[in-house]
T-cell receptor, first 111, second 112 residues
Framework: RKEVEQDPGPFNVPEGATVAFNCTYS??????FFWYRQDCRKEPKLLMS???SGNEDGRFTAQLNRASQYISLLIRDSKLSDSATYLC????????????FGAGTQVVVTP | DTAVSQTPKYLVTQMGNDKSIKCEQN?????MYWYKQDSKKFLKIMFS???????INETVPNRFSPKSPDKAHLNLHINSLELGDSAVYFC???????????FGSGTQLSVL
């Protein structure tokens, strides 16, 4: 099993719709969780950290489920500019500084 | 002002050559990294330095040698380049370990 797994997609989403996707992680000792966004041929950029109680940033909501070892990202009222690859990032828990990236979930928002 | 800057943006070279990629951050962060993103888009950590000290050295061929002259710089030197080294290399920094990463814009390396 990969340490961080994501559905590669693509998720084709009509503009204005809601899309949600998950990321599973294998290390139960992981403590830090993030969602990054990567546009084609660009560097990854932090979208949001994921907190135990769940958190929201505008149209984006992140959740953490420790029991089932997954995090989720929900995008409401999708915009064309939300089209990107969303990378799940999890720390390895027992190793200094090791943030593990998932391979990404591609989201395509269509007019 | 670019927070994490790396040069060059593109690097095209022949097999067997030696090349370097430079990275600088002006965020005052203690930790810097090199990541490799291959054609399958998978981002994999190569090295991590904390305050000029090597912390993480993943299973990377020893043809790859990072150098950190100070905590604001982390350069990557690659000897005897191979076709399989073709990828995008990202430099990143974070305040401390396991914190959010700030990436440079990447160096597209093509080995012919």
């Amino acid at each position: 099993r990969k340490e961080v797994e994501q559905d590669p997609g693509p998720f084709n989403v009509p503009e204005g719709a809601t899309v949600a996707f998950n990321c599973t992680y294998s290390n139960s000792a992981s403590q830090s969780f993030f969602w990054y966004r990567q546009d084609c041929r660009k560097e990854p950029k932090l979208l949001m950290s994921v907190y135990s109680s769940g958190n929201e940033d505008g149209r984006f909501t992140a959740q953490l489920n420790r029991a089932s070892q997954y995090i989720s990202l929900l995008i409401r009222d999708s915009k064309l500019s939300d089209s990107a690859t969303y990378l799940c990032v999890v720390n390895k828990g027992d190793s200094w500084g090791k943030l593990q990236f998932g391979a990404g979930t591609q989201v395509v928002v269509t007019p | 002002d670019t927070a994490v800057s790396q040069t060059p943006k593109y690097l095209v070279t022949q097999m067997g050559n030696d090349k370097s990629i430079k990275c600088e951050q002006n965020l005052g962060h203690d930790t810097m990294y090199w990541y490799k993103q291959d054609s399958k888009k998978f981002l994999k950590i190569m090295f991590s330095y904390n305050n000029k000290e090597l912390i993480i050295n993943e299973t990377v061929p020893n043809r790859f040698s990072p150098k950190s002259p100070d905590k604001a710089h982390l350069n990557l030197h690659i000897n005897s380049l191979e076709l399989g080294d073709s990828a995008v290399y990202f430099c990143a920094s974070s305040p401390t370990e396991n914190e959010k990463l700030f990436f440079g814009s990447g160096t597209q390396l093509s080995v012919l």
